[in-house]
């Protein structure tokens, strides 16, 4: 059941374990697992951050991949940790209904959904929380408890959000969106400055989705394409079948993307013609898995980054801020030769406590590629990140300061919350301890 690891247990490869895997295949087994000390649970290996990265233990989950229950009629479905989204969406799809809140890839577990409290590109309601109605959980006493809203509460708020560390998460009642069509309607509209920018976000009352992809980020100047959907109706569900063809991206393409990436000049240069290509081939029809998961046709794009990986960081600025924040980013690239290669911006109104991702603003996420000049970017970030006390995406985090936690109140509540959970503390991992949770 124990086997060894030299490969990075997080999908941006920016970290190099060793751990000792255990492959628990029945509650006994994982109780049994739970005897030991300084350990995390993981499921499908797809977080960004370092929150299930262990260099002593690690628990895999992915036995732990059954629907125990589904409701056609009311849109519930308890699954359990393990099961990883694409499974559950081949089956809930079929009879009408759609996970109402989705990441960027419908290869993430359902558990490391929850933990994480992952949104998508849902305008209101962003949050997997909403959706989340009881959780079965494993506690590191070895019991099993039921919490919900009304049953166990604060176990069940800091479990959602929770990296982890609240206990093993074994399954979860979901509430599903009803859907006529496995379609989206979508608009793309190209911005080349501000004021376009801002003007098109007023327009997102019409809409449930929306993203923005930057193409070009310079002093005062911003380009991009904003992505607007809604679900189209009035189709049968029954006459629609989604074929998407998803492989490995090929030694030729990687060694191209691996050039084309890792270069500060012909990134500008695949990114203007992504954007122009994009817009040329426009569809107003875009089938559910198209539109949210475009970046899963390629199984092993991370690995485009070399050997080293990248880093993500998303953080929430507000409006008033964000030209003035942009700007210092774009000065510090140039000056740097650093750049993102994909760079994301959503817009936020959400409420929420702990560590969790809210807040009313704009969101800005950015690929970064690790080389020499890492250790300098992760110091302006920070300095960045302090200078004007942003929101953190803590799911995605890799390389922020324990000091600018140190006297955040939902910080030292979820700490708290966690101490008076599991009082043993027996649950860890490279986050934890890098943020002294």
């Avoid at 959904?113 to 494993?138: D, P, R």
């Amino acid at each position: 059941m124990i086997t060894q690891s030299n490969h990075s247990l997080n999908w941006t490869r920016n970290v190099k374990v060793r751990p000792k895997i255990l492959y628990p295949k029945n509650i006994m087994e994982l109780k049994k697992a739970i005897g030991k000390k300084n350990l995390i649970a993981v499921g499908n290996q797809r977080s960004f951050g370092d929150n299930s990265i262990n260099s002593n233990l690690v628990v895999s989950m992915k036995s732990f991949n059954k629907v125990m229950s589904f409701d056609k009629r009311k849109g519930v479905i308890e699954i359990q940790s393990g099961a990883i989204l694409k499974n559950i969406l081949n089956l809930i799809i079929k009879e009408g209904w759609f996970i109402p809140v989705t990441p960027g890839t419908k290869y993430v577990s359902i558990g490391g959904m929850i933990a994480n409290n992952i949104h998508g590109k849902n305008i209101l309601k962003n949050q997997i929380k909403y959706y989340v109605k009881e959780i079965k959980l494993l506690k590191t006493n070895k019991k099993i408890i039921t919490c919900s809203q009304t049953k166990n509460k604060k176990i069940f708020e800091t479990t959602i959000g929770g990296f982890g560390l609240t206990g093993f998460i074994l399954s979860a009642k979901i509430k599903l969106k009803k859907i006529n069509s496995i379609y989206i309607k979508q608009k793309i509209t190209e911005f080349s400055n501000y004021s376009e920018f801002f003007n098109l976000l007023k327009k997102l009352d019409k809409y449930e989705y929306n993203v923005t992809w930057i193409d070009d980020l310079q002093l005062n100047k911003i380009k991009g394409l904003c992505y607007f959907g809604n679900h189209i109706g009035g189709i049968s569900l029954n006459d629609e079948i989604i074929s998407i063809k998803e492989k490995d991206i090929g030694l030729l393409n990687f060694l191209l993307l691996k050039i084309f990436t890792q270069n500060y000049y012909l990134i500008k240069v695949t990114k203007f013609f992504f954007r122009k290509l994009k817009k040329i081939f426009y569809k107003e029809r875009s089938n559910l898995f198209d539109f949210f998961y475009p970046q899963d046709r390629f199984l092993n794009w991370n690995k485009i980054y070399g050997k080293n990986g990248f880093f993500q960081v998303q953080f929430l600025i507000g409006e008033k801020d964000f030209i003035n924040i942009l700007n210092k980013i774009s000065n510090f690239f140039i000056k740097e030769k650093v750049f993102s290669t994909f760079t994301i911006i959503k817009k936020f109104n959400e409420k929420g406590k702990y560590l969790n991702f809210y807040g009313r603003g704009l969101s800005i996420s950015m690929d970064i590629p690790i080389n020499s000049r890492f250790t300098k970017t992760k110091t302006f970030l920070n300095n960045l990140f302090k200078e004007f006390n942003v929101k953190i995406n803590f799911s995605k985090d890799f390389i922020c300061d324990r000091k600018f936690l140190k006297k955040n109140n939902e910080y030292i509540k979820f700490k708290k919350n966690l101490n008076f959970i599991n009082r043993d503390r027996k649950l860890n991992s490279r986050f934890s301890k890098r943020l002294n949770l």
